[in-house]
T-cell receptor, first 113, second 114 residues
Framework: NAGVTQTPKFQVLKTGQSMTLQCAQD?????MSWYRQDPGMGLRLIHY???????DQGEVPNGYNVSRSTTEDFPLRLLSAAPSQTSVYFC????????????FGPGTRLTVL | AQKITQTQPGMFVQEKEAVTLDCTYD???????LFWYKQPSSGEMIFLIY??????QNATEGRYSLNFQKARKSANLVISASQLGDSAMYFC???????????FGAGTRLTVKP
């Protein structure tokens, strides 16, 4: 059981470049989400999904796209990277039943120059 | 609007002593969950403890306990017998029953001194 995995661990982009952050979970969780963590601000929700084919916006969705074609995968796309998107990105998953633990991936540290 | 407030940017505690990390929250939903996560310098988010709004007793998990005062809307984390490995960032979070969004506080950096 690998839990929540994220790739890459580190990435440097130039302004305007695009890329996809990968997230996968093997726990058959319905709910998956992406957060960004900036210094002094805790984690903020970017997008989330409650199941395959269903996505919705969180607190800070601008500049990011997501899709959920399978239960396991929830990629985050940056279409045109900006320096303001320099951050640490966390993917998380949990079951929809109950209200307990949300499992986090190890994070991706992204720098946009 | 900020729903989770952690007023202590940094805290120091002597090894083997107890420490309380403060968290207050704001919600009009009668059903919600409160969470504490630990983030060591390695960066991963580690779940520590959960408290449901309807739980009659304060949650405990080993050396961690949650001092839940519903009327005051506070959910303070108490760490007993601090260890050097407890040095980390600690985040309080809340999820309302009618909302999939988990909101986090800004965090408290705890340093345990030998």
């Amino acid at each position: 059981n690998a839990g929540v995995t994220q790739t890459p661990k580190f990435q440097v982009l130039k302004t305007g470049q695009s890329m996809t952050l990968q997230c996968a979970q093997d726990m058959n969780h319905e709910y998956m989400s992406w957060y960004r963590q900036d210094p002094g601000m805790g984690l903020r929700l970017i997008h989330y999904s409650v199941g395959a084919g269903i996505t919705d916006q969180g607190e800070v969705p601008n500049g990011y796209n997501v899709s959920r074609s399978t239960t396991e995968d929830f990629p985050l796309r940056l279409l045109s990277a900006a320096p303001s998107q320099t951050s640490v990105y966390f993917c998380a998953s949990r079951t929809l039943a109950g209200a307990n633990e949300q499992f986090f991936g190890p994070g991706t540290r992204l720098t946009v120059l | 609007a900020q729903k989770i407030t952690q007023t202590q940017p940094g805290m120091f505690v002597q090894e083997k002593e107890a420490v309380t990390l403060d968290c207050t929250y704001d919600t009009s939903d009668p059903s919600y969950g409160l969470f504490w996560y630990k983030q060591p310098s390695s960066g991963e988010m580690i779940f520590l403890i959960y408290q449901g709004s309807y739980d009659q007793q304060n949650a405990t998990e080993g050396r961690y306990s949650l001092n839940f005062q519903k009327a005051r809307k506070s959910a303070n984390l108490v760490i007993s017998a601090s260890q050097l490995g407890d040095s980390a960032m600690y985040f309080c979070a809340m999820r309302e029953s009618n909302n999939n969004d988990m909101r986090f506080g800004a965090g408290t950096r705890l340093t345990v001194k030998p």
